[in-house]
């Protein structure tokens, strides 16, 4: 990609996808669901006894979908892509769920985002109809009313909040990962999450800009109070997968937090924190859901301490995510949660000083969390293992890591280092799509501007109006 150059790239026409193109912004979303999907594939080695054939296509077909929703460029398109993965996560927690609740947590990941998304096809309809154009490149020349603003973005933003979640339409999300089977959770964490966030890019940061400003303390509010609730409730899991899912809810409240700051730092933070949250929550799920329930089958808390004295290599690499996923430095969480808070700080010192405690209490349920499951006394119940789904006779692989779960994490461990290291390799590409999103907002009344960023990426050179960019007179 040339990353000096605006708007999209490779842009093609086909069927049935429709017009699709990448930017800055979509290729990582892009690589992202390339990189995540191998490995939640593998994650399921020994689990998934029946049905292989179709588990693997289910996860094939939401690839597709997941990478066509980041490639689309029509917004109607985006909307069918945006539901469409619905129904092969329906089939995977239906039908390779843990428990008999996998039909219920089913049943409610598909109707809550269904449910919410119905307000947006309104909208995208009703845009549609008055514009008379779909495409991304012709809505954000468009200069809408604010009261057209108003009920489009109210209608966006309820479906993906819940998508996200957001506070209070998040009770789907842990119910899902805790009877997803251990693809499904990392598919969930990794790139399903990110879906809300694009779309806050792609559509209301983009071509609802001047509401999104007016009315940032009503998202701030609700980022924060998803945050600190997320924080708290988090300690009181007993669930190894309920815990790191709340975990994600917090983290993807101060994505928010950054992508409403209207700021390049805060901006392009919340995009790295949303890769990064794409590594290390997968990581996450694999040694709670997968390491761990592999060899005593339970995900129940109580049951597990001293970890360290029979799994020491699984010791060390689950310290090392649990500090990365509370923001250590060194790693692309690090590097994403201090620009986005960074951003968030200079849009409103209040807000960011809130946001910020999401840093120490993200400390406290990570350390929490390692200390009850790694450390403490040896548990009596290692040498009886909780056994309820397994055939009897079977063996349990009790002793640490084997080679194939070692190199399972190892790429999520060296990617999350690398671009922690090494961060421009990714802001070099995100500076002039990010800056197209900034918006300066008047006193008197709201107009969008773009930034225009020296090769240096130092200062601003100028300052010139959507208008003059594209020469409409």
Same mark, same amino acid.
């Given at each position: 990609?040339?990353?000096?150059?605006?708007?999209?790239?490779?842009?093609?026409?086909?069927?049935?996808?429709?017009?699709?193109?990448?930017?800055?912004?979509?290729? &990582?979303?892009?690589?992202?669901?390339?990189?995540?999907?191998?490995?939640?594939?593998?994650?399921?080695?020994?689990?998934?006894?029946?049905?292989?054939?179709?588990? +693997?296509?289910?996860?094939?077909?939401?690839?597709?979908?997941?990478?066509?929703?980041?490639? +689309?460029?029509?917004?109607?398109?985006?909307?069918?892509?945006?539901?469409? @993965?619905?129904?092969?996560?329906?089939?995977?927690?239906?039908?390779?769920?843990?428990?008999?609740?996998?039909?219920?947590?089913?049943?409610?990941?598909?109707?809550? %985002?269904?449910?919410?998304?119905?307000? /947006?096809?309104?909208?995208?309809?009703?845009?549609?109809?008055?514009?008379?154009?779909?495409?991304?490149?012709?809505? !954000?020349?468009?200069?809408?009313?604010? =009261?057209?603003?108003?009920?489009?973005?109210?209608?966006?933003?309820?479906?993906?909040?819940?998508?996200?979640?957001? &506070?209070?339409?998040?009770?789907?999300?842990?119910?899902?990962?805790?009877?997803?089977?251990?693809?499904?959770?990392?598919?969930?964490?990794?790139?399903?999450?990110?879906?809300?966030? &694009?779309?806050?890019?792609?559509?209301?940061?983009?071509?609802?800009?001047?509401?999104?400003?007016?009315? /940032?303390?009503?998202?701030?509010?609700?980022?924060?109070?998803?945050?600190?609730?997320?924080?708290?409730? @988090?300690?009181?899991?007993?669930?190894?997968?309920?815990?790191?899912?709340?975990?994600?809810?917090?983290?993807?409240?101060?994505?928010?937090?950054?992508?409403? !700051?209207?700021?390049?730092?805060?901006?392009?933070?919340?995009?790295?924190?949303?890769?990064?949250?794409?590594? $290390?929550?997968?990581?996450?799920?694999?040694? @709670?859901?997968?390491?761990?329930?592999?060899?005593?089958?339970?995900?129940?808390?109580?049951?597990?301490?001293?970890?360290?004295? %029979? /799994?020491?290599?699984?010791?060390?690499?689950?310290? @090392?995510?649990?500090?990365?996923?509370?923001?250590?430095?060194?790693?692309?969480?690090?590097?994403?949660?201090?620009?986005?808070?960074?951003?968030?700080?200079?849009?409103?010192?209040?807000?960011?000083?809130?946001?910020?405690?999401?840093?120490?209490?993200?400390? +406290?349920?990570?350390?929490?969390?390692?200390?009850?499951? +790694?450390?403490?006394?040896?548990?009596?119940?290692?040498?009886?293992?909780?056994?309820?789904?397994?055939?009897?006779?079977?063996?349990?692989?009790?002793?640490?890591?084997?080679?194939?779960?070692?190199?399972?994490?190892?790429?999520?461990?060296?990617? %999350?280092?690398?671009?922690?290291?090494?961060?421009?390799?990714?802001?070099?590409?995100?500076?002039?799509? $990010?800056?197209?999103?900034?918006?300066?907002? =008047?006193?008197?009344?709201?107009?969008?501007?773009?930034?225009?960023?020296?090769?240096?990426?130092?200062?601003?050179?100028?300052?010139?109006?959507?208008?003059?960019?594209?020469?409409?007179?």
């Amino acid at each position: 990609m040339n990353n000096n150059v605006g708007g999209y790239q490779f842009t093609e026409t086909l069927v049935p996808f429709g017009f699709i193109a990448i930017d800055g912004i979509s290729i &990582y979303y892009v690589l992202l669901t390339a990189f995540i999907t191998p490995i939640a594939l593998l994650s399921n080695w020994n689990d998934i006894t029946f049905k292989l054939k179709y588990f +693997v296509f289910s996860f094939l077909l939401l690839e597709t979908l997941q990478i066509a929703f980041f490639c +689309v460029a029509d917004l109607f398109m985006f909307y069918v892509y945006f539901e469409s @993965v619905l129904i092969p996560l329906f089939l995977i927690i239906g039908l390779w769920g843990a428990s008999e609740a996998r039909i219920r947590a089913a049943f409610l990941l598909f109707l809550y %985002t269904l449910g919410g998304s119905l307000f /947006m096809l309104l909208a995208i309809l009703w845009i549609i109809f008055n514009l008379g154009t779909a495409d991304f490149n012709y809505l !954000s020349l468009f200069d809408l009313s604010i =009261d057209a603003q108003g009920w489009a973005f109210f209608a966006f933003f309820l479906a993906f909040a819940i998508k996200s979640p957001m &506070y209070p339409a998040h009770l789907w999300l842990f119910r899902a990962h805790a009877e997803a089977p251990l693809a499904g959770s990392i598919i969930l964490a990794a790139i399903i999450l990110k879906l809300a966030s &694009y779309g806050f890019l792609r559509v209301l940061l983009n071509l609802l800009p001047e509401f999104c400003m007016h009315n /940032m303390f009503i998202i701030h509010s609700i980022a924060l109070i998803t945050l600190i609730y997320s924080s708290l409730v @988090v300690i009181r899991q007993i669930d190894l997968k309920a815990i790191v899912a709340y975990s994600s809810v917090s983290h993807v409240a101060v994505m928010i937090l950054g992508l409403f !700051s209207n700021t390049l730092n805060g901006i392009e933070g919340s995009i790295l924190l949303s890769l990064a949250h794409g590594f $290390v929550s997968p990581a996450m799920f694999i040694f @709670v859901g997968g390491y761990t329930y592999s060899r005593y089958h339970t995900r129940i808390i109580n049951y597990y301490r001293g970890l360290a004295l %029979t /799994m020491p290599i699984f010791a060390t690499l689950f310290f @090392v995510f649990t500090i990365f996923n509370a923001g250590a430095p060194l790693s692309l969480n690090f590097i994403g949660e201090f620009l986005a808070l960074t951003g968030t700080f200079q849009n409103s010192p209040v807000v960011g000083f809130l946001g910020a405690s999401g840093i120490f209490l993200s400390a +406290v349920y990570s350390i929490w969390l390692f200390n009850r499951v +790694v450390f403490l006394g040896y548990s009596p119940f290692f040498n009886q293992p909780i056994i309820t789904n397994i055939s009897p006779g079977t063996k349990l692989p009790l002793g640490d890591l084997d080679r194939r779960e070692f190199f399972l994490i190892l790429p999520l461990l060296f990617a %999350t280092i690398a671009f922690g290291l090494w961060p421009n390799i990714i802001l070099e590409s995100l500076h002039y799509p $990010v800056t197209q999103i900034l918006v300066n907002v =008047d006193s008197s009344e709201f107009s969008r501007y773009i930034y225009f960023i020296t090769p240096e990426f130092n200062e601003f050179d100028g300052l010139a109006s959507t208008n003059e960019l594209f020469n409409i007179n």
